[in-house]
């Protein structure tokens, strides 16, 4: 089982629509999460960051965590052309070593059509 | 704030030749990290630093080498390079306490021939 698995896409959604993005991950001890975006070209760039069970909101994205069913999304509401990128999860695994290293899903490409 | 800087931003080198790879933060970070992109193998950890004087392997160190020059400076050296180092490098340090996030550079793109 990888350990943080995220569906590649493409997902497509037309413009003004919600946009879904879903990572499941292995370590039951992992605290931290962080979703990053990628465009072509250009270096990830945190977008949320999410401790605790529940919905983090900010802006028109927002973060959701069940660690009981270890699984984390990103919503993006009111998806814009400018959304268009691929979105990187991200996982604290506690057990990974003393520098917490974080362990990457390999991202789902989205592309939002006007 | 210029936040994670990289030089170059592209090489082109020739198999056997060697380079360094300069990275620096300005946001006071103790962790450091260098990571090299491929389709379809995602982010790959080559070394970490999690504070001035420690450096060690993460997932993918052979045929590299780091040097943790300061508090603000993290290199990575290249000693013979060869085609399967083709990859773009990315640099990033960390935030420290709960927060644990980690900031990127703009990269390198680097192509061995």
């Known amino acids: 089982q990888k350990e943080v698995e995220q569906n590649s896409g493409p997902l497509s959604v037309p413009e003004g629509a919600i946009a879904s993005l879903n990572c499941t991950y292995s370590?039951?001890?992992?605290?931290?999460f962080f979703w990053y975006r990628q465009y072509s070209g250009k270096s990830p760039e945190l977008i949320m960051s999410?401790?605790s069970n529940g919905d983090k909101e900010d802006g028109r994205f927002t973060a959701q965590l069940n660690k009981a069913s270890q699984y984390v999304s990103l919503l993006i509401r009111d998806s814009q052309p400018s959304d268009s990128a691929t979105y990187l999860c991200?996982?604290?695994?506690?057990?990974?070593?003393?520098?917490?290293?974080?362990?990457w899903g390999l991202g789902t490409s989205l592309a939002v059509n006007p | 704030n210029a936040g994670v800087t990289q030089t170059p931003k592209f090489q082109v080198l020739k198999t056997g030749q060697s380079m360094t790879l300069q990275c620096a933060q300005d946001?006071?970070?103790?962790?450091m990290y260098w990571y090299r992109q491929d389709p379809g193998m995602g982010l790959r950890l080559i070394y970490y630093?999690?504070?001035?004087?420690?450096?060690d392997k993460g997932e993918v160190p052979n045929g590299y080498n780091v040097s943790r020059l300061n508090k603000r400076e993290f290199s990575l050296r290249l000693e013979s390079a060869a085609p399967s180092q083709t990859s773009v490098y990315f640099c990033?340090?960390?935030?420290?306490?709960?927060?644990?996030?980690?900031?990127f550079g703009p990269g390198t793109r680097l192509t061995v021939l």
């Open positions: 630093s999690a504070s001035e004087g420690t450096t």
């Open positions: 999410i401790y």
């Open positions: 370590d039951r001890g992992s605290q931290s």
């Open positions: 991200a996982v604290n695994f506690p057990n990974a070593g003393n520098n917490r290293k974080l362990i």
């Open positions: 990033a340090s960390r935030s420290a306490g709960v927060a644990n996030e980690q900031f």
């Open positions: 946001m006071n970070h103790n962790s």
